[in-house]
Every structure is written in structure tokens, then in C-alpha cells.
């Protein structure tokens, strides 16, 4: 009895509930925030990383095409092959590594 009048009478246990659920709808909030939070940002950084290493390519092919291709092939000492199906017989003629 003293029990059911004290939890009747309290201000705690009348604002327990309200406080139980604001833990629970912050929980919730964490719950299923925090995961699609995380997820938009490693998007946005992959996507970043993925545009950085593309224009890295770029800018090594272009000095590549720039300083070894054309001495490469303004060279009369070597003969480069073109085609991809050929690369085996090239492989057979001068040797395997």
C-alpha cells in the first residue's frame, strides 16, 4: 500500500515513463541514424578517392605518352608490337622472363 501511494504521489515515478521513452526514441534515433550518416560519407569519400586516383592515370599516361612513347618510337633500334594477339609470339621470339 505505502508502495502505491508513494508511486502515485511521486514526481519521479511520474516522469519516469517520460523519461524511459526518451531514451528509447534517442536510442532509435542512433539507431538508424548514425549507420545511414555513415554510410552517405564513405560514398562521398570513395567517389572522391576514385576521382583522385582516375586524374593520378591520367597524368601518368600523358607523361608517359609524352616522354617514353614518342622516343620510342622515333627509335629505329626498337620495334614495338601493336597488336594484343601477337604479344605471345614476341614473348617466344625473345625469350620468357
Not at 618510337?73 to 617466344?92: E, F, N, P, Q, T
Amino acid at each position: 500500500m505505502v508502495l502505491n501511494e508513494l508511486m502515485g504521489k511521486s514526481i519521479s515515478w511520474k516522469l519516469f515513463p517520460l523519461l524511459v521513452a526518451g531514451v528509447l526514441a534517442c536510442s532509435a534515433g542512433a539507431w538508424f541514424g548514425i549507420p545511414m550518416y555513415l554510410e552517405r560519407g564513405v560514398k562521398i569519400d570513395a567517389v572522391a578517392n576514385a576521382q583522385n586516383t582516375v586524374k593520378q592515370f591520367k597524368i601518368l599516361r600523358s607523361y608517359y605518352t609524352k616522354n617514353v612513347v614518342k622516343k620510342v618510337l622515333a627509335s629505329k633500334a626498337l620495334k614495338y608490337i601493336a597488336k594484343v594477339g601477337s604479344m605471345r609470339a614476341a614473348i617466344d621470339k625473345f625469350g620468357r622472363a
